[in-house]
């Protein structure tokens, strides 16, 4: 199961925190509309998505669109590891300091559909 993520059916974020309550760790895995797969790590799935549909916009375009992969549980540390496993795949992009992108890979699809709950099941 995806998750299309539509930053028009997210309250705006000033309502966020208590829209989606905070919860254990999660690596995430979301593809990007231009085909990057983004790793990440978050406190708080919902938020996070919604940040990401608004933030990632190229030269001020639209809004970009996210497909939630799955998650892992973890934090920083687990998406350290995950990094390092995917290094030789990473996709340095403009605007993306931490280089938290990666080529959408066989390699990355056969981890994510080894290892993650799929959708937002574990959030």
Not at 82 to 109: M, T, Y
């Amino acid at each position: 199961m995806s998750i299309q993520v539509d930053s028009g059916k997210f309250p705006t974020a000033n309502r966020l925190s208590r829209w989606a309550p905070d919860h254990a760790p999660v690596v995430y895995f979301v593809k990007r509309d231009d085909g990057f797969i983004k790793i990440g790590t978050t406190r708080n799935l919902d938020r996070r998505l919604y940040q990401l549909s608004v933030s990632y916009r190229p030269n001020g375009g639209p809004k970009r669109q996210f497909e939630l992969l799955g998650t892992i549980p973890g934090g920083a540390d687990e998406e350290a590891r995950i990094h390092q496993i995917f290094k030789d795949k990473q996709a340095p992009l403009p605007g993306s300091p931490r280089n938290e992108f990666f080529h959408d890979c066989p390699q990355v699809r056969r981890f994510i559909a080894a290892n993650c709950h799929r959708g937002k099941a574990a959030a």
